[in-house]
């Protein structure tokens, strides 16, 4: 049984939570670009790669920062508008070996704590959102997982 969810109460969870992360991650960011240029990681011999090591992690928060910018603009550009399938912009209830509330959105990897429950942001790239697209409430669905075959039923779409 689904129980109704206020989206407009799921939207305003799911921006916190990402202006924190990106808080969070630009952090990270400015302490990786550092080390690499630190005197502390001159390479003192030439297996020592902690510069090396710093520019990866430096360049993977890059990543990471430019896909939550995007997630933010498109959170602040979002109509909210009611869906009937399930499709980038619905809140989607799911019913399988445990009960999840999922978000479409472009860019994936966020979550936040709404009424005791989290919901996660997850794009259609993913391997969930893939099997999701287009689907109806009360849909049925199977999705691949590193623990084999798990069969999903749409609960409801907001």
């Known amino acids: 049984m689904s129980v109704n969810i206020d989206k407009d109460a799921v939207v305003a969870a799911l921006r916190a939570a990402l202006e924190a992360e990106l808080a969070a991650v630009e952090a ?4 990786a670009r550092d080390e690499v240029g630190s005197d502390q990681s001159k390479a003192e011999g030439k297996y020592d790669t902690r510069a090396t090591e710093a520019s990866y992690l430096a360049r993977g ?13 498109w959170f602040e550009v979002l109509a909210p508008t009611p869906r009937m399938v399930a499709e980038v912009g619905a809140l989607v ?5 445990r009960r999840d509330l999922v978000f479409l ?23 969930l959102g893939q099997a999701l697209a287009e689907l109806e409430a009360g849909d049925g669905f199977e999705v691949d997982s590193p623990a084999g075959e798990v069969s999903w039923e749409i609960a409801a779409i907001w």
């Open 61 to 73: 928060q890059a990543w990471r920062i430019d896909e939550l910018q995007r997630l933010r603009a």
């Open 93 to 97: 209830e799911l019913v399988g070996p």
């Open 28 to 31: 990270v960011a400015a302490m």
């Open 105 to 127: 959105a472009p860019v994936g990897g966020a979550s936040a704590e709404v009424g005791g429950r989290t919901v996660r942001v997850i794009s259609p790239s993913s391997p």
